[in-house]
């Protein structure tokens, strides 16, 4: 039922990738009456070209400007528009390894979460959203890391995509939450609006009132309310806490943010190794999970003048040897950071801390990336880090410090959860094993917050499952 | 009106705008004016959408930026001539300032990919030297 700008309806869903999707989904196809809204807009995922200057306009959150301050500034990305990261990710896909599930079992007291009990639900996800390996289409630049690496007697593997390679013909099609969750959701009668904005949520009369605004084409905003009963809050690891701080709640919300941070290197081959039509590079390094993990990188002309910036010649340089350079980068588990909102301002502070033990882990992973690189014909590295020398052979890993030196942009990340963790035991956790926010009936979290840590592979997977995991509950206990 | 701002930028626009026009004749000082402006609009257009808090305090850097050349050139920055311009950026990009290195070094990097993401340097120019 709907008046005006106030809407009324069952289950409210704020927010539209992989966690939001994955739950109002699941919601509408039982026959729910489900409304997610999505603070960015509906765009195919041809409307703009993939990693491009007008994607990062279109479909990033803040123009991909994320920062999060502290001694060792961290800057990060994320998706805004409907699909969220899964649109303007590479769709690297991992289940969760099983190590990771006990661990949060254990610190948190997470009911239920094993790999047993969670493969029904990476199944029904990926039987949805497509999961495929690139196989022979992979890639020089990236099969050049897995080289590397077995040359060292490390294991390295390709990880498969949520995408359908199309081995004939090339190219393919992304299985991104707009090209297949959210459109099962559209089909199932569940109600898309995008451009709409929660900013906050009260409690009345045993209804959740959600209080935002929806943005007009010519981009005024206007405002608009919605009753539901429930309420689930899929926003991201950031802007989650931050609507459920705004609304007064903060019971280990927002503590606890986590990334993968990532520093990268630049490295050249003695032959062409990066070439226009490449698939998205899909091969990693496992060996030394989960301290950390290596990958290749989008290793466009873009990329890698931004990766060189640093440098009073990349001009030239990308310009004469981009065919053969590709980035690779280190990431671990490191750093832990709090997410909090600013009198006067929409949009929340990050700051991060990261330990020596953390730098020192990503220094070390740093050196046997270049080991690994070398091992597989580098002729050059340049490490995307100020003041860090080139390297020319691996005699040169010598001088590099064993305790990571990053200054402002050096370090990234394009991982971010664990800010609103669940599980049972309330002193370390936001909401319950399912995702049901503590103390408060009818509202719940299914997003990467909820994740207890670092997943060490790629997380959407995780998020995915878990909301499938925690969606089918509450519709087996009628939300109670 | 974002559209409006680009077409008619402010004074922390206009300075934006001029900034840009250095670090983009570091690398390709023979860049045409059209293209020099896709970049110049793609720079503002990340300072508009970037969050409030950190918009609010580049703009008040940028205004900074701009009127430090007073004391020094008796003009401000987007009326400088182009070598007291390089000079200026220079200056704030060695400064033992965090604030204005970090501002320097934030436009750098998205006019290095506004740059890059032209679509005559996607092919890549032809190098003009060879690199080191």
Redesign the interface.
Known sequence: MNAGNQIETEILVIGSGPGGAVSGTLFAETGRHVTMVEEGDHLALEAAPHFSREEMLLKYRNAGVGVALGRHKLAWVEGRCVGGGSEVNRGLYHRTPGYVLDDWRRRFAVHDLDLVGMTPHFAACEAVARVEYAGNAASDMSRRLQQGAQAQGWLAIEAPRLYRYDHDRGGGVKQSMSATFVRRFIEAGGTLLPATRIARLRRMNGHWIAEGTRRNPDGTRRAVTFRARIVVAACGAVQTPALLRRSGLSHNIGDSLRFHPMVKVVAEFDRDVNHPDDFDPVHQVKEFEPRFGMGCSISTPAMLGVALSGRPDHWNLVAERWRRMGIYYVQSGGGTASVRNLPGFEDPIVRVRFSQGDLSVLGEGLRRLCEALFAAGAQRIYPCLAGYPDLHSPGDLARMPSVLHASDGNMTSVHVFSSCPMGEDDRVSAANSFGKVHGADGLYINDASLLCGPTSVNPQGTVMAVAHRNAAEALTRRFH | ??DREMARPDAVGRCVGALVDVLID???PALETCERDIVKD?VR??LA??????RLGFRVLALAFELAPLPVYGHRFTRLAAAEQRRHVDAWRRSRIGPR??MI??Y??FA??????LPS????????????
């Open positions: 009106m974002r570091e690398t390709r793609y257009a990340t959408a970037m969050p409030d808090y950190f290195r970090s070094a934030l750098a990097t290095c990919y506004g740059l890059y993401s340097a996607q092919g890549c120019a032809p190098a003009t030297r060879i690199a080191a």
